[in-house]
Nanobody
Framework: QVQLVESGGGLVQAGGSLRLSCAAS????????MGWFCQAPGKEREFVAA????????KYADPVKGRFTISRDNAKNTVYLQMNSLKPEDTAVYYC????????????????WGQGTQVTVSS
C-alpha cells in the first residue's frame, strides 16, 4: 500500500555527515509516524530515530543522540535523517519505516519499510 524510497547513503570519513531521505508514495497519509532503523552485518535491526506526524515528538537511540536529527516534510511525504559526526560504528544498512502511530514506529512493528540504504563510515 505504501512504498518508501530511500536515498542519500554512501561512503563518508569518520567525522563527516550524510543526509538520508525517504519519500513515501502510494497510499500515503500525513498522519503516519515515521522513523529509521539500522542493521549492521551479523546484528539485529536496531532503532535509530522516530518522529510523529506533526513533528511534535521525536525519539533517538542513545548512540546517536546529539549527532543525528530526524525531520519531515509532510507536503512532500518525506522524512530525513541528518547524520553528523559519523563514526565507524554507524556503518550499517539504514531502513526507513512508517506506521500509524509513533509507538509502533519506535517499537519496529510498523507495517511499511524501505529497501534500505548503505551507510559506510571509514576510520
Amino acid at each position: 500500500q505504501v512504498q518508501l524510497v530511500e536515498s542519500g547513503g554512501g561512503l563518508v570519513q569518520a567525522g563527516g555527515s550524510l543526509r538520508l531521505s525517504c519519500a513515501a508514495s502510494g497510499r500515503t497519509f500525513s498522519s503516519y509516524a515515521m522513523g529509521w532503523f539500522c542493521q549492521a552485518p551479523g546484528k539485529e535491526r536496531e532503532f535509530v530515530a522516530a518522529i510523529s506526524w506533526r513533528s511534535s515528538s521525536t525519539k533517538y537511540a542513545d548512540p546517536v543522540k546529539g549527532r543525528f536529527t530526524i525531520s519531515r516534510d509532510n507536503a512532500k511525504n518525506t522524512v530525513y535523517l541528518q547524520m553528523n559526526s559519523l563514526k565507524p560504528e554507524d556503518t550499517a544498512v539504514y531502513y526507513c519505516t512508517a506506521g500509524f502511530t509513533f509507538n509502533v514506529v519506535v517499537a519496529g512493528t510498523s507495517d511499511y519499510w524501505g529497501q534500505g540504504t548503505q551507510v559506510t563510515v571509514s576510520s
